[in-house]
């Protein structure tokens, strides 16, 4: 349930942050160009874009990056959660995990 109410907003902010990137980019060309062509000139207005540009970037990451944690730390709980609630259960899955993760080990 939570996870289909998180997803399309991830999605939102990885496409946020794509088109950020693409305008960094595209602003550090144009920063690049008009300095070849203008000298110093208007290389200010450009280089002004640029850095909004940079700080809007660094925004979209640092949300991002608490949108990540806060979802680790919301999992940890559960987890932790679920262990408690059904502790034989989580023995019983972990183990199976370690022998199938094991016979593929010893298969290569």
């Given at each position: 349930m939570d996870r289909t109410d998180k997803t399309p907003?991830?999605?939102?902010?990885?496409?946020?942050?794509?088109?950020?990137?693409?305008?960094?980019?595209?602003?550090?060309?144009d920063l690049l160009h008009a300095a070849q062509r203008q000298g110093a000139e208007g290389v200010s207005e450009?280089?002004?874009?640029?850095?909004?540009?940079?700080?809007?970037?660094?925004?979209?990451?640092?949300?991002?990056?608490?949108?990540?944690?806060?979802?680790a730390r919301d999992t940890a709980r559960r987890t932790n959660e679920a262990v408690h609630v059904h502790p034989w259960t989580a023995i019983g899955v972990t183990a199976g995990a370690g022998l199938l993760l094991g016979a593929l080990i010893m298969r290569r």
């Open positions: 907003s991830a999605v939102d902010a990885r496409e946020r942050l794509a088109q950020d990137m693409r305008t960094l980019v595209r602003d550090a060309e450009i280089r002004d874009r640029l850095e909004a540009s940079i700080k809007q970037a660094k925004a979209q990451v640092w949300n991002g990056q608490q949108q990540f944690f806060e979802r």
